[in-house]
């Protein structure tokens, strides 16, 4: 089992910045693809970024240019750099793990394990 534990979250401005962090335990590897999906009230989950093992990023066209991931295989964490926040960036932010193909890697079911989530509030 892997347990994902997300860390910082919070209330910003727009425009302000935010860091994300996910840390990673149990019985990880260097295999797997990290990342973060998010959830807005009333909307359906989505995909925001992950980063392969091999370093390859992917990003949602809606954050392109603002977010970059990155990913510490040592401390088995994996970061989300927030830039140039919107409200429409409003949303729970979930850490995820798993071994998703070329084709899946966009896919919520790719994802074996999910952290809780943290929030994070953007005021216009």
């Known amino acids: 089992q892997v347990r994902l534990v997300e860390s910082g979250g919070g209330l910003v401005q727009a425009g302000d910045s935010l860091r994300l962090s996910c840390t990673a335990s149990g019985r990880t590897s260097d295999d797997y693809t990290m990342g973060w999906f998010r959830q807005a009230p009333g909307q359906e989950r989505e995909f925001v970024s992950v980063?392969?093992?091999?370093?390859?990023?992917y990003y949602a066209d809606s954050v392109k240019g603002r977010f970059t991931i990155s990913r510490d295989n040592a401390k088995n964490m994996v970061y989300l750099q927030m830039a140039s926040l919107k409200a429409e960036d409003t949303a729970v932010y979930f850490c995820?793990?798993?071994?998703?193909?070329?084709?899946?890697?966009?896919?919520?079911?790719?994802?074996?394990?999910w952290g809780r989530g943290t929030q994070v509030m953007v005021s216009a």
């Open positions: 995820v793990l798993g071994m998703p193909s070329s084709l899946t890697i966009f896919r919520q079911r790719a994802y074996d394990f």
């Open positions: 980063v392969g093992w091999h370093g390859r990023t």
